[in-house]
């Protein structure tokens, strides 16, 4: 079984008053997630605006767009996992910062040759997408190296609420940058929040040593241990399945939101990008409050409550400016977002306490192909859907999709728990 170790054990529980905050590791790496987390809500706000507005994109090329980011999950996902267990995690982001860098500043760089087109949006999204397969994979597998097991709840809910509150600046930066330099100068921003990012990730001080190689087995067989792990698990594999159900719908709505507001709604870019971060403060919200719902009601009962009865206000999302005023749907929508982010910081904090550290890249990466595999497949059908029927018909449909994940948590062994269980870590 290969294992990608730090070189000294994970930190004990932080004893000073500051909390996680005293870690000197743990601050560079929220720094430079925060920081390109704002770079990635403004470029994924530019980039829809920059097909929509300035390439004149229909809702089908638009979810076409979408699906591009998230398609290489389908055949990258797997094998993804099991090199980066192989890999020291760090240094497979620093590496992928420097070359999401370089494929986002592309953009803006062909718009002011004038020589951007929907193809080139396209092949950016797709190249991007690989790269976000390999960083994500590594994100998500190397929080346990940085901090203790019992602080890994509070470190995705202070990374988490990191992210929210740059998804809620993104959007209106965006607006305000395609209104005053165009929407294609937003991805130049995103771009340079990769450059803070890396230099945050060059200076975490811990150590990661890659498996010898007499440690390593074949691909296939590595990448086997991870599916058989997540398959014969029903806690894992009940928020998978969860994960691409929620995918789809979620994906489906992203994928024609943009040309709804304009189109449909008839906002400008800029107030597109103010709703955006009225919506994200829910992020926020949820973020904030993730850990204290887990502690009140427990962490498996808290996900359910998240899902069943939070999420549902996106059904007022449809309804903006068709009976509804949109201050009252987007702040549903808001809500809604609220749940979804809270649900994923109590799901993500169980994959990373109950995994075996040797193998929660793989674990990870395969849970995260099913999850992400829905994305693209939510997208193309959101467009075509956006195409056939309208944007707010595909919402409507949308919705009705992303809201029956629910049922899957029903169905499953959490719904009589309190809080998830723990799997004792086995020796490596």
């Not at 087109?117 to 590594?138: D, E, Y």
Request: net charge positive; with cysteine.
């Amino acid at each position: 079984m290969s294992v990608t170790t730090p070189a000294t054990a994970p930190p004990e529980p932080p004893r000073s008053r500051w909390g996680l905050w005293a870690q000197g590791d743990f601050r560079r790496l929220w720094i430079g997630e925060t920081t390109s987390g704002l770079g990635t809500a403004v470029g994924n706000v530019a980039l829809a605006l920059v097909a929509v507005v300035t390439l004149d994109a229909s809702p089908f090329a638009v979810g076409l767009l979408t699906a591009s980011a998230w398609l290489p999950w389908l055949f990258l996902g797997l094998p993804a996992g099991a090199w980066v267990d192989r890999w020291p995690r760090l240094r497979v982001m620093l590496v992928c910062d420097v070359l999401l860098l370089a494929l986002f500043a592309s953009v803006p760089v062909a718009g002011w040759l004038g020589v951007l087109t929907m193809a080139h949006l396209v092949l950016v999204a797709l190249l991007t997408g690989a790269v976000k397969v390999f960083f994500s994979t590594a994100y998500g597998a190397v929080l346990p190296s940085l901090v203790a097991k019992d602080d890994l709840l509070e470190a995705n809910v202070q990374l988490r609420s990191g992210e929210s509150a740059a998804e809620i600046a993104g959007p209106g930066v965006a607006g305000l940058l395609a209104q005053a330099f165009g929407a294609a100068s937003g991805l130049l921003a995103d771009a340079v929040s990769y450059l803070v990012s890396a230099v945050c990730v060059a200076r975490i001080t811990v150590v990661e040593e890659p498996p010898p190689p007499s440690q390593r087995q074949g691909i296939l067989r590595e990448i086997g241990e991870g599916l058989r792990f997540l398959t014969r698990d029903p806690y894992l594999r009940t928020l998978a399945c969860f994960g691409a159900v929620g995918n789809l719908g979620l994906n489906g709505i992203q994928a024609v939101q943009t040309v709804f507001l304009v189109r449909s709604v008839g906002l400008d870019a800029g107030r597109v990008g103010l709703v955006f971060a009225v919506v994200s403060v829910g992020g926020l919200a949820g973020a904030a409050v993730a850990g204290r719902v887990a502690r009140r009601l427990g962490s498996a009962r808290g996900l359910l409550l998240c899902e069943l009865v939070v999420a549902p206000f996106i059904v007022l999302l449809p309804m903006a400016g068709d009976g509804l005023p949109l201050a009252v749907s987007a702040l549903g929508w808001s809500v809604a977002v609220c749940g979804v982010v809270a649900g994923n910081v109590l799901a993500g904090s169980f994959y990373q306490s109950y995994c075996p550290p040797a193998m929660i890249g793989r674990i990870r990466a395969s849970a995260s192909t099913v999850n992400y595999s829905a994305i693209p497949l939510g997208a193309v059908l959101g467009g075509w859907l956006g195409e056939v029927l309208g944007a707010r018909t595909t919402i409507w449909i949308m919705t009705g999709v992303l809201l029956s994940a629910g049922v899957v948590l029903l169905a499953s062994p959490l719904r009589g728990l309190r809080n998830f269980p723990e799997r004792p870590e086995p020796a490596v």
